[in-house]
């Protein structure tokens, strides 16, 4: 083929020249990345951690993966400077040829770690540093860097460098006795530092390295100069119930480890993220992908230890999101679902103590209630017998407190006790403490003209147990009409006037110096309606209550006389705003017992009637929940 003629399609050489020409072509487009400007790079990783605490904190593992046993963290002032030292006893700065610290190799080969060839060469267990710049993170402290270490020749150097200088300077340090490890000062602190006490580092130590300490057995101390107190770094202990055989969370990259606690829900309450000992993230469900139960449940505490994550090398406070990542994600699901019904678990466990308690200071309420309203009208279960028991007064028909009660006795409501028995000896708390109030039973009645109606008063200590020693009653009308027989016993009787109206009762109880006083109220008619006088007494005492869910249905509660239970639809709206709050809860419980037991002890009686009953009783029992410190 002649120079200036057009290569012939045919031409096998011409073909073969095509290739050869493109490849020249892409190889040429080809090359490695460069740095174009060094100093600008160092200043970028420098300023990348913005947490100050957290570059201490990479200081103290520098010292913890030079097998250091004893660390001393010193914040103070000299020469008009704050400052921070860091020493340790351990291995020190590895020696150049000639024995001394190899300070030039640390100053020189920024991002070029010593430690990441050791973890590559399968001898670097348990070290944590990898990218070599955990040393640059002073700028976030102060504005220069003294770093000491002794050589092989027993005599001490340093190396110093300052924020914002590219330069560096090692020279010999003059002391009589060089110490073994390594110490790193930086001073003067930047402004904001100076604030920080020895005490929050001391805590932020214990959760950030907790692990680290833990299985390195070394001893961290902060001594705080300025403030003249010194801490240990105690690993944080967890709070809570430690939880066993739990699901294994497995990877190809290796295995993640789990430390977790069940405690009571609180917005404390969270779990880290690990690596390797040292904390990573504070709270697991704030990273993306855990953002759900059980992590955000705020029941667990403890950590997670992933020690195959990939972090980012700027802040060592973040996760690439890799494949190792998404492999984490997809074998803790097991663990999570696991997590998840101990959860659940403890919530219907709370929820019953909940209810438990509820209907205790229900029944509290209520009886307290009862007490101060008109036997006649209001003693459904026997409450007014029971109360002559305790106070040691005759129960009608003349029967004496230690006759027997039958079989089985009754508690306040109804609730089954052993039998009354004047022989067992009571327990030290059994006893009651000094006079603390008095009340009369009942506060509130209402008696017919020339009728005589019985009023007891009911002496308490400060834990409302009733109070039997040392008391002197005197009792007066001190309003209206009527005259009272024994006025200096427990229980009067007193003697309605002719003319209806309304007297104020009052009693004053003296034990020792201690003087209280109630008050009840009486209402004198010329008559009583039958359906009013009625006394309905159910001998199963006051009835319990249990949940059914019903959304979207209008009723909010029903009675089931068979089980003597007040079903209770927490399906209701009603019942989903109340439970914003245990004392609103309670109320709205209290509320419900009110409309069921009125119904059931009044019937036959007219709605207006029915209604000022619902009020009355609502009135005493939610006064009595709220001073029973329910």
């Known amino acids: 083929m002649t120079s200036g003629s057009r290569p012939d399609p045919g031409d096998s050489s011409a073909r073969r020249s095509k290739p050869k020409a493109a490849a020249r072509g892409k190889v040429a487009n080809r090359g490695r990345l460069k740095i174009g400007d060094d100093w600008n790079a160092i200043r970028i990783i420098a300023l990348s951690q913005g947490n100050p605490l957290k570059a201490i904190a990479e ?11 004893t660390i001393t963290i010193t914040r103070g002032r000299e020469h008009a400077e704050h400052y921070l030292s860091i020493r340790d006893d351990g291995d020190g700065v590895p020696r150049d040829e000639e024995g001394r610290p190899n300070f030039k190799y640390v100053a020189t080969h920024i991002g070029d770690s010593i430690k990441r060839r050791l973890k590559a060469e399968g001898s670097g267990d348990g070290v944590q540093g990898e990218f070599g710049i955990g040393l640059l993170s002073f700028w976030t402290v102060g504005e220069k860097l003294t770093m000491i270490s002794a050589g092989t020749d027993q005599r001490s150097y340093q190396m110093t460098m300052s924020k914002g200088d590219p330069g560096y300077a090692v020279s010999p340090r003059r002391v009589l006795f060089a110490e073994r490890g390594t110490e790193v000062r930086i001073s003067p602190l930047l402004e904001g530092i100076r604030t920080l006490s020895g005490e929050k580092l001391q805590w932020y130590l214990a959760s950030e390295l907790r692990d680290r300490i833990r299985n390195a057995k070394v001893r961290v101390t902060v001594i705080d100069k300025l403030a003249r107190k010194q801490y240990e770094v105690e690993p944080r202990a967890y709070a809570g119930r430690l939880l066993h055989q739990l699901p294994a969370v497995r990877t190809p990259f290796g295995d993640a480890y789990a430390e977790l606690y069940l405690a009571e829900p609180a917005d404390s309450c969270s779990v880290a993220l690990t690596r390797a000992g040292t904390r990573v993230i504070e709270d697991l469900a704030t990273v993306p992908g855990l953002e759900h139960a059980p992590w955000s449940s705020r029941y667990l505490q403890g950590l997670i230890d992933v020690p195959f994550l990939n972090l980012t090398p700027g802040t060592r406070s973040g996760i690439i999101h890799d494949e190792r990542y998404a492999a984490l994600l997809e074998a803790i699901q097991a663990l999570e679902g696991h ?35 008109p036997p006649e009208e209001y003693d459904w279960f026997d409450i007014q017998a029971r109360a002559r028991s305790e106070s040691g007064l005759p129960r009608p028909g003349g029967e004496e407190v230690g006759s027997a009660v039958g079989e089985k006795g009754q508690g306040d409501l109804g609730v089954t006790e052993p039998a009354f028995n004047l022989g067992v000896q009571r327990h030290f708390f059994d006893y009651a403490g000094p006079l603390f109030s008095v009340v009369i039973s009942p506060a509130c009645s209402t008696t017919p003209v020339n009728e005589r109606r ?160 619902m009020i009355e009783l609502s009135l005493y029992a939610e006064e009595k929940l709220k001073t029973g410190g329910s």
């Open 59 to 69: 200081l103290v593992e520098n010292s913890i993966d030079a097998h250091a046993q």
């Open 339 to 373: 997590l998840q019904e101990l959860i659940e678990a403890q919530k219907r466990a709370e929820e019953e103590h909940a209810s438990q308690q509820s209907l205790r200071a229900i029944q509290r309420a209520f009886r307290e209630a009862l007490l101060a309203l």
């Open 454 to 613: 019985r009023f007891r008063a009911l002496p308490r200590d400060r834990s409302r147990r009733r109070v039997e020693a040392d008391l002197r009653f005197s009792w007066e009308i001190a309003e209206g009409g009527g005259t009272l027989a024994g006025t200096v016993d427990q229980e009067v009787e007193y003697l309605a006037p002719a003319t209806p109206g309304l007297a104020r009762l009052q009693v004053s109880v003296t034990q020792h110096d201690v003087t209280c006083s109630a008050e009840a109220l009486i209402t004198i008619t010329a008559s009583l309606e039958a359906s009013m006088t009625t006394v309905i007494v159910n001998a199963r005492g006051l009835p319990g209550y249990t949940f059914e869910r019903a959304a979207g249905e209008l009723w909010r509660c029903r009675f089931d006389a068979e089980r003597n239970l007040i079903i209770v639809n927490n399906g209701h709206r009603d019942f989903v705003f109340a439970t914003r709050n245990r004392a609103l809860q309670l109320r709205y419980l209290v509320r419900l017992y009110v409309k069921e037991l009125v119904l059931k002890n009044f019937t036959g009686v007219p709605a207006e009637q029915l209604l000022e009953r």
